[in-house]
């Protein structure tokens, strides 16, 4: 395995998209393109499958140095009622391209910190929000809580709005990684808001464990994962550490490269602490995570309806997911919008009657045909080349980029379909970069990337 670690520890897209980010073609979008594509994909869901909301919520009263997301350090939570109020100007904006009243499937609050904004004014939020849509059938509403400052009474507010699922940020529980982390937070923080929702009635409660930070070692990750067996959450986010300090607004300076484990450190990380989940009861979910039997993501794999996009993996596909607040991605299927990413520049820009965005990207034929090809491999480890009609991309094109990885045994490739070994799950996002046309087309030039270990 370290001979095949070092062959593929490259930099590489985490694939939350088809195309990246990197490779928008900014040039062919505008804001009359993108409006187009929300109200066609609209018109084709909303009636079946409801549609998808994410809604960004950035503010942080302290900076995590491992987070590479976007967000504002600020202790003023007289910020929260100006926020909240333009959020709501915004799903107005987009409730005005929509032809009918819409039904929300999946609703999710990420951040940020969520729980930086008081109960009250979350509650706000989400009366804002249905006052022009409904639930749709088995709707799924879920949020990311700080353990450290989620309180019962956050917990109780947001269950009596519709949510059932919560996920906590523990990422180690050792106390040398969590200072250079910056996110001090004891194992009986996290107990105790494990164990309030429980007692609330959510349903799914979920952990994220990161493997490859700064001091840690293979120990640190196996002593977490048993203190997280102690607690028994229903499904887990175990995923490696992006080291990514080049991009602006993270905090990833506060430690040295020579801070953080090998790469071969890293994959013994990620297998020892493979290996003891599944001792204790949980199955692997595509890529970096686990889940119990019961809980819902293990149901949508073994019934084929896991879906991943810019809310990570979900459990139903609803094509339309509208990404509301600073800095969120919009994804309509047929193209991609993300806002702007400064606060005042956003609420100046709602305040003026203006949906947000700064960037985005119009799909073509060639990019929907890949995406769904590279959305089947980080989902069941598998595709059908049946699915294809490229022309300019052929089987044989594919299986020369795959060639190393046939011979190592981590991909096989049938007359029309392409299946990841359980040997090649660790490099699942290696294989996918055989598929990504853009990425071969025109080599970056600097490093975009996390390493793909």
């Known amino acids: 395995m ?50 998808s909301l994410y809604i960004h919520l950035p503010f942080c009263e302290s900076l995590c140095t491992f987070c590479g997301c976007h967000k504002r350090i600020t202790k003023r939570h007289e910020l929260e009622d100006p926020y909240i109020k333009s959020v709501l100007k915004e799903w107005q904006l987009y409730t005005q391209l929509l032809a009918d009243r819409p039904k929300i499937k999946e609703l999710h609050l990420g951040g940020g910190t969520p729980t930086f904004f008081s109960p009250e004014n979350l509650k706000m939020l989400i009366d804002g929000i249905f006052r022009s849509a409904d639930k749709a059938a088995d709707y799924e509403f879920s949020f ?95 995923y490696s550490y992006a080291h990514v300090p080049w991009m602006p607004g993270n905090g990833q ?48 794999m073994v019934n084929d309806t896991l879906h991943r996009n810019f809310m990570g993996y979900t459990t139903s596909n609803t094509n339309l997911m509208i990404g509301l607040g600073v800095s969120s991605i919009s994804d309509s299927w047929y193209g991609f919008a993300q806002n702007v990413k400064n606060v005042e520049e956003y609420q100046h820009l709602v305040e003026n009657d203006m949906i947000p965005i700064y960037r985005g990207h119009i799909l073509t034929d060639e990019d929907q045909l890949i995406r769904r090809c590279i959305l089947d491999l980080m989902c069941r480890f598998e595709t059908s080349w049946k699915k294809w009609e490229l022309q300019e991309v052929s089987l044989a094109t594919i299986r020369e980029r795959l060639k190393e990885m046939i011979s190592d045994e981590l991909v096989v490739i049938s007359d029309n379909h392409v299946k ?28 975009l990337f996390s390493m793909t270990i």
């Open 144 to 238: 990311e809580g700080h353990p450290n400052n989620t309180t019962r009474e956050h917990l109780q507010t947001l269950y009596d709005v519709g949510f059932r699922r919560v996920s906590y940020g523990v990422q180690d529980y050792n106390e040398t990684v969590q200072k250079a982390i910056h996110r001090v937070q004891p194992f009986e923080n996290v107990k105790r808001v494990t164990d309030w929702a429980r007692e609330i009635g959510y349903t799914s409660i979920g952990h994220d464990i990161i493997f490859g930070l700064p001091h840690q070692t293979q120990e640190h990750v196996e002593q977490t994962i048993m203190k997280t067996q102690e607690l028994k959450p229903d499904r887990l986010a175990f």
């Open 420 to 447: 990841i070994t359980v040997k090649g799950r660790p490099f699942v996002r290696n294989i996918c970069m055989a598929f990504d046309v853009l990425l071969h087309r025109k080599a970056p030039e600097t490093q």
């Open 253 to 300: 300076r506060g430690y040295k490269d020579s801070d953080l484990p090998v790469a071969e450190e890293k994959r013994k990380q990620y297998e020892a602490g493979k290996a003891l989940l599944n001792e204790v009861g949980y199955e692997e979910i595509g890529m970096d995570h686990f889940a119990l039997k019961t809980d819902s993501l293990y149901h949508a």
């Open 2 to 51: 370290c001979n095949l670690i070092q062959k593929y520890n490259i930099s590489g897209p985490r694939y939350t998209s088809y195309p990246t980010v990197p490779y928008w073609n900014r040039d062919n979008f505008s804001g009359k393109k993108w409006k187009d594509t929300v109200g066609h994909s609209f018109g084709e869901t909303n009636n079946d499958t409801g549609i």
